[in-house]
T-cell receptor, first 114, second 111 residues
């Protein structure tokens, strides 16, 4: 059973470009969480999704950021018009079902904005 | 919203020493996570526990739900244990919540 997969592992963008980060949850997992780790800071919750639904996006910046988890395919975290302050490691985690507390983390995507 | 405090922030010890890292949280929870992160690396989930004690190799995690406190212990520490250890809880206590994290404990084990 493959673990949580994220790609790309490293992404470089220039200011103003778009960044798309992908997360494939573990097989059988229908819940996905996105977290951000800014340089020299702790991890922060961004968004929690189930298939085709955003459950909680209270940690997501109101502008430029969006997330989806379609019926088929990976979850996508999209950052439009990136700025240098978006440079961070973005981790996703998945869990199997509602009420199941265990979250399994992916290896992260390191975004660098030039 | 749950708040998480970890101590110490930094810890340097000699190989073989017994290590304790502490975590306190403010809101009652369904479970608490201990995570490990190596520099520039991914996050590994070490333990998820809701009561009592769990052991995996040289790592032991305990939790006291009434006192809202957990400890992570490393016995016979080794330089490869050097990493950041992070405590995390559901941010409003419930099972399927996103997690809120402590700032982490930077552990260095010297040979």
């Amino acid at each position: 059973n493959a673990g949580v997969m994220q790609n790309p592992r490293h992404l470089v963008r220039r200011r103003g470009q778009e960044a798309r980060l992908r997360c494939s949850p573990m097989k059988g997992h229908s819940h996905v969480y996105w977290y951000r780790q800014l340089p020299e800071e702790g991890l922060k919750f961004m968004v929690y999704l189930q298939k085709e639904n955003i459950i909680d996006e209270s940690g997501m910046p109101k502008e430029r950021f969006s997330a989806e988890f379609p019926k088929e395919g990976p979850s996508i975290l999209r950052i439009q018009q990136v700025v240098r302050g978006d440079s961070a490691a973005y981790f996703c985690a998945s869990s199997p079902e509602t009420g199941e507390d265990t979250q399994y983390f992916g290896p992260g995507t390191r975004l660098t904005v030039l | 919203k749950n708040e998480v405090e970890q101590s110490p922030q930094n810890l340097t010890a000699q190989e073989g020493e017994f290590i304790t890292i502490n975590c306190s949280y403010s809101v009652g929870i369904s479970a608490l996570h201990w995570l490990q992160q190596h520099p520039g690396g991914g996050i590994v989930s070490l333990f998820m526990l809701s009561s009592g004690k769990k052991k995996h190799g040289r790592l032991i995690a305990t939790i006291n739900i009434q006192e809202k406190h957990s400890s992570l212990h490393i016995t016979a520490s080794h330089p490869r244990d050097s990493a950041v250890y992070i405590c995390a809880v559901p941010y409003s206590g419930g099972g399927a919540d996103g997690l809120t994290f402590g700032k982490g404990t930077h552990l260095i084990i010297q040979p």
